[in-house]
């Protein structure tokens, strides 16, 4: 099938393309990086039905997002772009992309999509980007209608009817507990008002600072929680079921993680939920000198199975002033990166802590070969900038939309 309002080389050379089998122009379509098939479905009409194809736009995302290759550096003020760098070449340029005037903070990236927070005529704001195709959509008023002072927004995908939804976790800054849920499904009438933000009342309380990092792992959402009414405030796991928006029985810690009070209300320590194909994984300082990794084995059970036992000596490759896992984000991982690397965030006491938002403190440790190296390490050349402090920080470009 050829390509009729090609370039003679162009319509050529695509024409040759098209003469291999389906199933094989398929799969090499699909290795193709996003940002080049946005060029290419303008190619011919035989191109652009495959790259549009929501099966394809799936497949190519199943393919990439095993491997994302950038971490956000900044926003730049005066020209409205994100700067992103790409942590597997240090050498490379920051990759800038366009973002809606205003909305200068990144909440979460979830397949290639990006949740913005922006503050707009005293409201906070959301919307859903994605930078390759250029596509967004701005998300209505929240139920508060007001600015929020505190919270943590992320946006998760909803299996049963394929689409996303972004979930707000709204809390109380005098004593940064989070008391409730707004959620919202992303799609084609987000901005009409016909789609609304729904709210729901958890059953438990959210634990602040450290240790607030929900995951989505087959389409459960799981957090670091603890009982509003025990007085020892032992965290656990809280989940929510993205699709029918539910909450499900508490799932309880492999150990007691370590902790101290703040603003009334317990702050752990270093400890987090990761994922990592479909596991849930669980990490805590044992000792000042050996932080443990360990993997739900039993859901049903809570049988918890410990994987690795880091040891702060035997780390190749740590910094001098790196000398305890019970410091405030001394030693804090934050994903798995499915190659036996865990990447962490490392707040050196002696580095100006604005410096961690610049991109020092951003670190790799291979849990095989034990070693330690930063994975950014520049500045962006701009001249006013805003610094994201979300913690998660990989993204992966895609094709994904929410028609």
């Not at 162009?10 to 290795?31: A, H, Q, V, W």
Request: aromatic content about 12%; some cysteine.
């Amino acid at each position: 099938m050829g390509c009729g309002n090609s370039k003679s080389n162009g319509k050529k050379d695509s024409s040759s393309f098209n003469r291999l089998p389906r199933d094989i122009m398929y799969e090499i379509l699909t290795r193709v990086a996003a940002e080049s098939l946005v060029r290419f479905k303008l190619v011919c009409k035989l191109w652009k039905t495959i790259i549009s194809h929501p099966e394809f736009i799936s497949s190519h995302l199943h393919i990439w997002q095993s491997k994302p290759s950038f971490i956000f550096t900044a926003a730049d003020l005066q020209s409205d772009r994100l700067l992103l760098s790409d942590f597997e070449d240090q050498d490379s340029t920051d990759f800038p992309i366009r973002i809606p005037k205003g909305y200068l903070h990144i909440d979460d990236s979830t397949d290639g999509l990006l949740l913005l927070e922006g503050y707009i005529s005293g409201q906070t704001k959301f919307c859903v980007h994605n930078p390759i195709t250029g596509s967004q959509k701005l998300l209505p008023p929240t139920l508060n209608n007001r600015e929020i002072r505190w919270g943590n927004f992320f946006i998760v995908h909803d299996a049963s009817i394929q689409k996303y939804k972004v979930v707000l976790f709204i809390g109380n800054p005098c004593i940064i507990i989070h008391d409730n849920i707004h959620i919202i499904t992303v799609d084609n009438d987000a901005d009409r008002g016909s789609v609304e933000w729904r709210e729901l009342i958890s059953p438990s309380a959210f634990c602040p600072q450290g240790g607030f990092n929900p995951i989505s792992v087959n389409g459960i959402l799981h957090w670091l929680a603890y009982t509003y009414d025990n007085p020892l405030q032992v965290p656990f796991v809280q989940s929510m079921d993205i699709a029918r928006e539910e909450f499900r029985p508490g799932i309880s810690l492999p150990c007691q993680p370590k902790s101290d009070s703040y603003r009334q209300r317990v702050r752990l320590i270093n400890c987090n939920l990761l994922e990592m194909k479909g596991s849930i994984y669980f990490s805590s300082p044992a000792t000042d000198m050996e932080l443990e990794l360990w993997m739900l084995e039993d859901l049903a059970n809570h049988i918890w199975v410990k994987k690795h036992t880091i040891c702060l000596l035997s780390i190749v490759g740590k910094p001098r002033t790196m000398y305890s896992f019970l410091v405030e984000d001394s030693f804090y991982p934050i994903q798995m990166m499915g190659n036996h690397e865990l990447m962490i965030i490392w707040h050196d006491k002696d580095i100006n802590r604005w410096k961690f938002f610049e991109g020092k403190g951003w670190y790799l440790y291979n849990l095989r070969s034990q070693e330690l190296k930063a994975i950014v390490g520049r500045t962006p050349e701009v001249k006013e900038c805003y610094y994201r402090s979300s913690r998660k920080i990989t993204h992966v470009n895609s094709l994904v939309g929410w028609n």
